[in-house]
């Protein structure tokens, strides 16, 4: 009684003042939104925004702060930022379903599927058992038509050509996996309207103005959201024993093999030292297992496999735009139009974003030594390339010289790079007609026309550092300090330059 007392109450106000809805008193509508909401919920109310009760009712202006996905079905969502916003259908509290700590709307229809747990582990001597033991697509149980789902290799359209070329001498892979099965909240096709979002369209019949439909959508967002599917997948644990890489196969070239360069990275010990033609692996990970939902900060798996109801994670959600509920001609048009605008603009700012973060993060670049029998540095900008270039991997990782992007962007530059084939010199330059120069002198270009590599051919930014070139007579050291006059190495100047750390300011 008191919940429709408290609905009636603000129907009542917001008919009484309607400009209050939308126009000035935006903030003290949304705050008794807050208030109400938790009051029911016992101050509890933490899934409708990004903000629990009493720190304030602040509907997420970026992606950053914003719910990654919706809350639960019944309640608005922005598409551009993937925050939920508030309930848009009418919501009463049934305590006997309890979610992120508050509870399941009763009058939705909560289907809940269970949730089991299937451990399981197993060994395979041969490739075959083993990827047919992988979990594969539903409509796929081969695995030379699917990819693992999950893992680090979901991507990979054809894991029995992988396995089959990266892991030629295979004595054993083990591997072992857990199922957890999810529920879906739905609602109801015949579901009300909240009286706030009603009176909301309400006051748009009467001021339908593009400054109030903005309004509408920061508070209420772009869409609702109809179904939710929780809880999860675990997906598998793959371990590969007594593997050799490039073992009788010198001219195998791990550059072009992404993904045994992203699982070298994975070996406690090994970052920045790919295993030689002569080294053998004993475990590699090929997947992590990915729980999707449950709470994290139980270590133990009987605790956050329980905690899978609790504390549930949306895997795939269902929406509508809100503007399909209006009923005015009006006003539904003239939402429908705001809401592509918004969705327009907002799509191309979050691309720029996007690309220009892509930009801006930087990956590092290496110095290699080789010591044994003459004298050589490298600069790298892949800790695999060395595994078996020139069946020569005695090369040791000297450390990460600076950071530099993975593409063409922001002023950068090709490095180019040569190779002295009589002493073993590696030369490297920014300049194509010193590279041309070097080429009549002995040297031989590597790397193709493209170069190497990307780097700054001068400061852009206040965190870029110097890289300088030095030359003893035999070998070129490239240094973000001073040449080592000791060791007999003199300045040749600036030769690049790369960022400090991994993120261009």
Same mark, same amino acid.
């Given at each position: 009684?008191?919940?429709?007392?408290?609905?009636?109450?603000?129907?009542?106000?917001?008919?009484?003042?309607? *400009?209050?809805?939308?126009?000035?008193?935006?903030?003290?509508?949304?705050?008794?939104?807050?208030?109400?909401?938790?009051?029911?919920?016992?101050?509890?109310?933490?899934?409708?925004?990004?903000?629990?009760?009493?720190?304030?009712?602040?509907?997420?202006?970026?992606?950053?702060?914003?719910?990654?996905?919706?809350?639960?079905?019944?309640?608005?969502?922005?598409?551009?930022?993937?925050?939920?916003?508030?309930?848009?259908?009418?919501?009463?509290?049934?305590?006997?379903?309890?979610?992120?700590?508050?509870?399941?709307?009763?009058?939705?229809?909560?289907?809940?599927?269970?949730?089991?747990?299937?451990?399981?582990?197993?060994? +395979?001597?041969?490739?075959?058992?083993?990827?047919?033991?992988?979990?594969?697509?539903?409509?796929?149980?081969?695995?030379?038509?699917?990819?693992?789902?999950?893992?680090?290799?979901?991507?990979?359209?054809?894991?029995?050509? +992988?396995?089959?070329?990266?892991?030629?001498?295979?004595?054993?892979?083990?591997?072992?996996?857990?199922?957890?099965?999810?529920?879906?909240?739905?609602?109801?096709?015949?579901?009300?309207?909240?009286?706030?979002?009603?009176?909301?369209?309400?006051?748009?019949?009467?001021?339908?103005?593009?400054?109030?439909?903005?309004? +509408?959508?920061?508070?209420?967002?772009?869409?609702?959201?109809?179904?939710?599917?929780?809880?999860?997948?675990?997906?598998?644990?793959?371990?590969?024993?007594?593997?050799?890489?490039?073992?009788?196969?010198?001219?195998?070239?791990?550059?072009?093999?992404?993904?045994?360069?992203?699982?070298?990275?994975?070996?406690?010990?090994?970052?920045?030292?790919?295993?030689?033609?002569?080294?053998?692996?004993?475990?590699?990970?090929?997947?992590?297992?990915?729980?999707?939902?449950?709470?994290?900060?139980?270590?133990?798996?009987?605790?956050?496999?329980?905690?899978?109801?609790?504390?549930?994670?949306?895997?795939?959600?269902?929406?509508?735009?809100?503007?399909?509920?209006?009923?005015?001609?009006?006003?539904?048009?003239?939402?429908?139009?705001?809401?592509?605008?918004?969705?327009?603009?907002?799509?191309?700012?979050?691309?720029?974003?996007?690309?220009?973060?892509?930009?801006?993060?930087?990956?590092?670049?290496?110095?290699?030594?080789?010591?044994? *029998?003459?004298?050589?540095?490298?600069?790298?900008?892949?800790?695999?390339?060395?595994?078996?270039?020139?069946?020569?991997?005695?090369?040791?990782?000297?450390?990460?010289?600076?950071?530099?992007?993975?593409?063409?962007?922001?002023?950068?530059?090709?490095?180019?790079?040569?190779?002295?084939?009589?002493?073993?010199?590696?030369?490297?330059?920014?300049?194509?007609?010193?590279?041309?120069?070097?080429?009549?002198?002995?040297?031989?270009?590597?790397?193709?026309?493209?170069?190497?590599?990307?780097?700054?051919?001068?400061?852009?930014?206040?965190?870029?550092?110097?890289?300088?070139?030095?030359?003893?007579?035999?070998?070129?050291?490239?240094?973000?300090?001073?040449?080592?006059?000791?060791?007999?190495?003199?300045?040749?100047?600036?030769?690049?330059?790369?960022?400090?750390?991994?993120?261009?300011?």
């Amino acid at each position: 009684m008191r919940v429709i007392l408290l609905f009636s109450l603000i129907i009542a106000v917001l008919t009484t003042f309607p *400009g209050s809805v939308l126009g000035g008193g935006l903030q003290g509508y949304a705050n008794q939104l807050r208030s109400d909401a938790c009051a029911k919920t016992g101050g509890r109310y933490n899934s409708f925004t990004s903000f629990k009760c009493g720190n304030g009712f602040e509907l997420p202006n970026d992606a950053t702060n914003a719910i990654p996905s919706p809350a639960v079905a019944g309640v608005g969502w922005d598409i551009v930022t993937g925050s939920s916003t508030m309930p848009l259908f009418s919501i009463t509290y049934d305590s006997g379903h309890v979610v992120n700590g508050w509870m399941f709307p009763d009058n939705q229809a909560v289907s809940f599927l269970g949730n089991r747990v299937v451990p399981e582990s197993n060994s +395979f001597d041969s490739l075959g058992p083993f990827l047919r033991s992988l979990s594969f697509p539903a409509n796929s149980n081969s695995p030379a038509l699917g990819g693992v789902r999950g893992g680090l290799y979901a991507t990979r359209p054809n894991m029995l050509n +992988f396995y089959a070329s990266t892991f030629k001498d295979l004595t054993k892979f083990s591997h072992s996996r857990v199922a957890v099965q999810s529920f879906q909240v739905s609602l109801p096709n015949d579901a009300p309207l909240s009286p706030y979002l009603s009176a909301a369209f309400d006051y748009l019949a009467t001021a339908p103005t593009r400054a109030n439909f903005d309004a +509408f959508i920061s508070y209420f967002g772009t869409h609702a959201v109809i179904s939710a599917i929780y809880g999860g997948i675990a997906e598998q644990d793959a371990i590969v024993q007594n593997i050799a890489f490039c073992a009788g196969f010198t001219d195998y070239d791990m550059t072009q093999n992404s993904e045994a360069e992203l699982l070298n990275t994975l070996v406690p010990g090994s970052r920045g030292n790919p295993p030689t033609h002569t080294e053998y692996i004993e475990h590699r990970s090929l997947g992590v297992v990915d729980l999707k939902g449950g709470n994290p900060e139980f270590p133990d798996w009987p605790r956050r496999s329980a905690s899978f109801e609790s504390d549930p994670v949306v895997t795939d959600a269902t929406v509508i735009p809100i503007w399909t509920q209006v009923g005015n001609p009006t006003v539904r048009a003239g939402l429908k139009a705001a809401i592509d605008d918004y969705m327009g603009r907002n799509y191309a700012a979050l691309q720029r974003e996007a690309a220009n973060l892509h930009m801006r993060t930087l990956s590092p670049v290496y110095r290699y030594a080789h010591t044994r *029998g003459y004298l050589d540095h490298m600069v790298l900008f892949s800790t695999s390339e060395l595994g078996c270039t020139h069946n020569k991997p005695d090369y040791t990782l000297e450390g990460v010289l600076g950071y530099s992007p993975q593409t063409n962007v922001l002023g950068t530059v090709p490095l180019y790079r040569a190779f002295r084939p009589h002493n073993g010199d590696h030369f490297f330059t920014t300049s194509y007609p010193e590279l041309q120069l070097a080429c009549r002198n002995g040297y031989e270009q590597e790397g193709g026309p493209g170069g190497v590599g990307w780097v700054w051919p001068s400061q852009q930014a206040g965190s870029m550092i110097p890289i300088r070139r030095c030359y003893n007579g035999n070998d070129h050291l490239y240094t973000a300090g001073s040449c080592p006059a000791q060791a007999g190495f003199r300045e040749e100047g600036i030769s690049f330059w790369l960022n400090s750390h991994s993120y261009l300011d």
